[in-house]
């Protein structure tokens, strides 16, 4: 009983915090609502019902601006969202702008956030997935508390009612008779017996819900991985024990079924191979889809060890998330290997990878002609094609856990003049941020961390006002049709591809600007303290460049 008492209130927090981003679960956007230039960061809450705490820092506000904020859940389109929250003007801080939205269910959601000032209204769309990944139970002080208040609750009715059949029977002066001390004795049981039944009904009905919740709660998609050094093939697949107990839940609907995979940049699945502990090897990979479950790639010649896998998947429904596993490549058979002749090669032209130095270490650990020493805030680092790249922020400056960041970095060419860049994957950078126990990593864009397929099913499904059901194409002819698209979008050349994957999309401070395209920034807002590293990707005279940079969090 006391069981039942204590767990009716607040709860302490068992962090999961992994779906589209790993132990970083605010979303950041940076881009345009309208006419009007804004930086929303967006903290989700990790139990539902909860609320998620929205913040606009907006570019030249004036006086009389107004922001609002409203969740608008893919399963249900704009036709069945709440009204949207007025957000409250900062009196300290020109421009921002905060609000709490309530996500009232789980699912694919995003934040609506509207602009009305004296150029018109602007909305933009930023998604964020609802999901609980944490529980929580009460302090015991607290549960104490409530048990003995209770108890003497209980007690007290106890009372109340026996007395109501036995003395409250009574005349001015009469005493107590033996029927009625029987009635009173009588009385009490009673009452005893039927609180104790809406207690033990409350018991049954908390542990039930506590149950489905549990059973319900956020779980990252478990995969397994072989490895063939002969050849060098990876082959990814998703765990179908799992899949199959969540499409017997009442919520395994098409926010977890693979059928319902759909491109992000291009790609089904962007994944990222990362040398364990070290961090000195970092690798960018698209494996190409097998079956609904299945995914194969080819590696390129990783130096042997252990690997942290990062794979990122988007679906239909917009929901995107993070798939974690590990992988151990033996050095002495993989080096034997070197690429049979008539190997049916299953890299992506888009692959790439480097080697830099160990975090925090000045020297190589893996030499190799792909090397690259790792740069630090303020110095110049020399790319291996003589292009430089700049982390723009004074040596010395801090970065704080918490607060919202614009990472800028600015690429030079040979002649230290501004490198002329080019999209690669529809965008003008990629960076990856990991921290070095591997506890929190990122996939971020110039605009932000939010995922850019997420971003158009929720706009296709908001441009779509009927019932989900109509909306929803069988899941065969669905993944047919994704296949074929995406072997469309390998055959185009690259200039056709990013102009496909680039319109109508927020590309950030740094997207169709093309005389500022060799300076880039990423919003981002650092979960912990603690050492980092960030990886920046570009292109430029058609390679991809990539570079690396640590960072300390205070």
Known sequence: MKKFLISIGLLISLAVNVWAHVGSPGVTFEGDAGPYKLIANINPPDVIPGTAAVTVYLEGAVRGTQVTARPVYWSVGADGTPKADAAEPSVTEPGRFDVKVWFMSTGTSSIEIT???????????????????AKRTMPAGLGWGLFVMATFLVMLMVSIISSSVS?????????LTKRL?????TGAVGALLVLGLILWGGYSWWNAAAASYNKYLYRPLQANNTFNSQNGLLKFTIDTAQLNELSRSRRGNITRKMNYLVPDHGKLMHMFLVKANALDVFAHLHPRRADSVTFVTQLP????????IYADITRLSGFAETIIDTLNIPETIYRQASNPSGLNRVADEDDTYFITNAVNGKNFTQPSVNAIMCGAPGVETKLKDGT???????????????????????????????AKLEPYLGMMAHAVILKDDGSV???????????????????????????????LPAPVAFADSVNRMVARLDAMSE???????????EHGNAGGNEHNAHQISFPYTFPQSGKYRIWVQTKRN?????????????
């Open 167 to 175: 003395d409250s029977q009574l005349n001015p002066a009469e005493s």
């Open 542 to 554: 058609g390679k991809i460049l990539n570079s690396a940079f640590d960072a300390e969090v205070k």
């Open 388 to 418: 430089s790249a700049i982390w723009v922020q004074k040596p010395g400056q801090e970065l704080k856990a918490g607060e919202l960041t614009e990472l800028t970095f600015e690429m030079l060419d040979e002649n230290r003049k501004p």
């Open 495 to 505: 200039g056709e591809r990013n102009q496909l994957l680039m319109a109508g999309m």
């Open 441 to 471: 990593y990122i996939h971020l864009h110039p605009s932000g961390s939010y995922s850019m397929g997420s971003q158009k099913a929720l706009l296709d499904r908001m441009a779509f006002h009927q019932p989900l059901d109509k909306y």
């Open 301 to 308: 010649e990783l130096p042997a060890g252990k690997y942290w």
């Open 115 to 133: 602009v009305n000032g004296p150029q018109g209204k602007g909305t933009v769309v930023v998604p964020v997935m609802a999901v609980s990944t």
């Open 181 to 185: 001390r029987r009635r009173r004795v």
